[in-house]
């Protein structure tokens, strides 16, 4: 007995000494997002958190907050911007507020289908453009990440663009993303992410739009009777840190830094589609919602529709800055031709 006692005592002990072993991190990151850890956004971080502590030798952590826990998508930003959190993940849709030309990529099919195409665009002039766009709000902008392509549900038909005529969708809270429904007859109206499931039960909205894999794990699909997938709205994530605490950082933390979101990314695609035709499996066996994917055609019509009113009120909303974007972006785009 005595001899398990010390066995136990020194074993204590050990554990004892290896924590305070342990560096304590010199620079630490509260980073909240709103998505499931499930989900491959919180998974990436997490990638993301290992390599940096690996790389700065345990300096520099990432405590991650997902599914809200720091609060609404609002207070988040707010919260990096102001410091009392150092980041976020957050989707373009929900940053306009704070930086109208982020916006741009809420116009529909902003991004062309072919993902390669699509990452040349990220990576080039464009994205660092938009990236830029955040230092005079108070962001530090370090990564764009493409977390899918939103499709559409409802409880009314979506077989034609005149069936969406009369409907309302929930949408976040932007004005392109509600002229891009009005474009098509439709009304849409903001509501906070968490609300949503209800909203759509009780009848406040008739339908959404978001990438298959939220749908599929938020349930929206048990609610909705019809899913469409056409991959019109491109769903970017921006990462952003508090400027106080980045530049704190040694330069070398901060290369570390975007050189691991950079090296995560395909992996957190990839990710990201598998999670996407695994979501449309489940709604599909789940017996209660249609679905349907539109074809070439249909989409093309989608953006036809869609995509000139809402280029518009971008350049409504952006001014002098959103005309220089969208001509940088409509030359980029033609370079990939």
Same mark, same amino acid.
């Given at each position: ?79 990096? #911007?102001? =410091? ?11 940053? @306009?507020?704070? +930086? !109208?030309?982020?916006? /741009? ?86 509501? #906070?992410? =968490? ?11 008739? @339908?959404?739009? +978001? !990438?298959?894999?939220? /749908? ?43 050189k691991a979101f950079e090296e995560v990314r395909p992996e ?57 974007? /969208? ?5 980029e785009r033609k370079k990939l031709r």
């Amino acid at each position: 007995m005595l001899r398990n006692v010390i066995a136990a005592c020194a074993a204590f002990a050990l554990a004892i000494g290896a924590a305070q072993a342990q560096p304590k991190a010199k620079y630490s990151a509260k980073i909240g997002h709103l998505e499931a850890p499930t989900q491959p956004r919180h998974q990436g971080l997490v990638k993301v958190a290992e390599l940096v502590k690996s790389r700065t030798k345990g300096e520099v952590e990432f405590q991650l907050f997902p599914s809200s826990q720091l609060g609404n998508a609002r207070q988040m930003i707010e919260g990096t #911007q102001l =410091g009392t959190s150092e980041g976020t993940v957050m989707p373009a849709a929900f940053l @306009g507020g704070f +930086n !109208p030309a982020i916006s /741009i990529l809420d116009i529909p099919y902003i991004f062309p289908s072919d993902r390669a195409a699509a990452q040349k665009l990220r990576a080039g002039p464009f994205g660092k453009a938009l990236l830029d766009s955040f230092a005079s709000r108070g962001f530090v902008a370090v990564a764009l990440w493409p977390n899918g392509r939103k499709s559409l549900t409802s409880n009314k038909p979506l077989d034609s663009l005149e069936a969406m005529k009369g409907q309302k969708f929930r949408v976040m809270d932007s004005k392109i993303l509600i002229e891009q429904f009005a474009a098509v007859n439709a009304s849409a109206v903001a509501i #906070q992410f =968490g609300e949503l499931y209800t909203a759509l039960q009780t009848g406040v909205v008739d @339908g959404q739009e +978001n !990438p298959l894999d939220t /749908i599929s794990t938020m349930k929206f699909h048990e609610v909705q009777k019809n899913l469409v997938v056409t991959e019109h709205g491109a769903m970017e994530d921006v990462v952003l840190f508090n400027p106080g605490w980045w530049q704190k950082l040694p330069a070398a933390h901060r290369a570390t830094i975007v050189k691991a979101f950079e090296e995560v990314r395909p992996e957190f695609e990839k990710n990201k589609d598998a999670a996407q035709e695994k979501a449309l499996e489940i709604i599909r066996a789940s017996g209660k919602t249609n679905v349907r994917v539109a074809d070439e055609k249909e989409r093309a019509g989608l953006r036809g529709a869609m995509y000139p009113r809402s280029r518009a009120a971008y350049l409504e909303r952006a001014g002098a800055e959103g005309q220089k974007l /969208i001509a940088l972006y409509e030359q980029e785009r033609k370079k990939l031709r």
